[in-house]
């Protein structure tokens, strides 16, 4: 694939992140070197108050913003009650896709990257309708170990004698409203090996995630700069 003449107007990313921030960090190394090309963070966001993906971003001199399901008030904190939780999660959705969409942000594409909360339609529609992308990274194949907890599914499958192939994996993929379950960009198999405890196995995975996430968005952001180079 022939590399997209360089735009004067780079992809704007914003980045979500809910931990440690590992592959936020990986996405911030690789835009500074050029891995992923042409393009700029311009903000991160985080939904848990002690989320280390804040201290990289201030360090990189990116904006960052929490933004919680409670803490904002979407939520009344230990509500049980299925449909109060639906209604709150639909409100809180939506104003996060009311954020990006006007908040002066402008993005090109949104990275779940370690994003630790479902999106439903109140945030995809009107992101889709704008033109905006988004991608997540999840540890599991395509298909497989859907939602939470896809590692340790995988590895007590493994030690059941039950996992295909003995290779479970990873995967970034476009976000739909079902979850998982968006067409893949990229995947990777990672096989499980004999003798090894589930930390181990996380470690590995771990360290794929950090290459895939950004192999993928590069893969993206270079056809989102040559769609903007073909309309400019």
Same mark, same amino acid.
């Given at each position: 694939?022939? @590399?997209?003449?360089?735009? #004067? /107007?780079? $992809? !704007?990313?914003?980045?979500?992140? /809910?931990?440690?921030? #590992?592959?936020?960090?990986?996405?911030?190394?690789?835009?500074?070197?050029?891995?992923?090309?042409? /393009?700029?963070?311009?903000?991160?966001?985080?939904?848990?108050? =002690?989320?280390?993906?804040?201290?990289?971003?201030?360090?990189?001199?990116?904006?960052?913003?929490?933004?919680?399901?409670?803490?904002?008030?979407?939520?009344? =904190?230990?509500?049980?009650?299925?449909?109060?939780?639906?209604? /709150?999660?639909?409100?809180?959705?939506?104003?996060?896709?009311?954020?990006?969409?006007?908040?002066?942000?402008?993005?090109?594409?949104?990275?779940?990257?370690?994003?630790?909360?479902?999106?439903?339609?109140?945030? +995809?529609?009107? +992101?889709?309708?704008?033109?905006?992308?988004?991608?997540?990274?999840?540890?599991?194949?395509?298909?497989?170990?859907?939602?939470?907890?896809?590692?340790?599914?995988?590895?007590?499958?493994?030690?059941?004698? =039950?996992?295909?192939?003995?290779?479970?994996?990873?995967?970034?993929?476009?976000? %739909?409203?079902?979850?998982? !379950?968006?067409?893949?960009?990229?995947?990777?198999?990672?096989? $499980?090996?004999?003798?090894?405890?589930?930390?181990?196995?996380? @470690?590995?995975?771990?360290?794929? @995630?950090? @290459?895939?996430?950004?192999?993928?968005?590069?893969?993206?952001?270079?056809? %989102?700069?040559?769609?903007?180079?073909?309309?400019?």
């Amino acid at each position: 694939m022939s @590399e997209p003449t360089p735009s #004067s /107007s780079p $992809c !704007r990313m914003v980045v979500m992140a /809910s931990g440690n921030g #590992s592959n936020f960090q990986a996405l911030i190394d690789a835009v500074a070197t050029g891995q992923i090309p042409d /393009s700029k963070i311009i903000r991160l966001f985080v939904n848990r108050g =002690k989320a280390f993906a804040t201290t990289r971003a201030e360090r990189a001199g990116i904006p960052w913003e929490y933004f919680n399901l409670i803490s904002n008030g979407f939520q009344a =904190k230990g509500e049980k009650d299925p449909q109060r939780v639906q209604e /709150s999660r639909d409100k809180y959705d939506a104003a996060l896709a009311e954020k990006l969409l006007t908040g002066g942000y402008n993005p090109d594409l949104v990275v779940l990257a370690g994003w630790m909360h479902v999106f439903g339609k109140p945030f +995809l529609d009107p +992101l889709e309708a704008a033109g905006i992308k988004i991608i997540n990274l999840h540890p599991a194949l395509p298909g497989k170990y859907d939602g939470a907890g896809a590692i340790e599914r995988a590895f007590e499958d493994f030690k059941a004698g =039950k996992l295909e192939n003995n290779k479970t994996g990873i995967m970034v993929h476009f976000v %739909i409203a079902q979850v998982d !379950r968006g067409a893949p960009i990229l995947t990777r198999e990672i096989e $499980c090996h004999e003798g090894e405890d589930l930390h181990q196995l996380e @470690e590995r995975i771990h360290a794929q @995630e950090h @290459e895939l996430i950004v192999e993928a968005t590069a893969k993206v952001v270079k056809e %989102i700069i040559t769609r903007k180079n073909e309309t400019s």
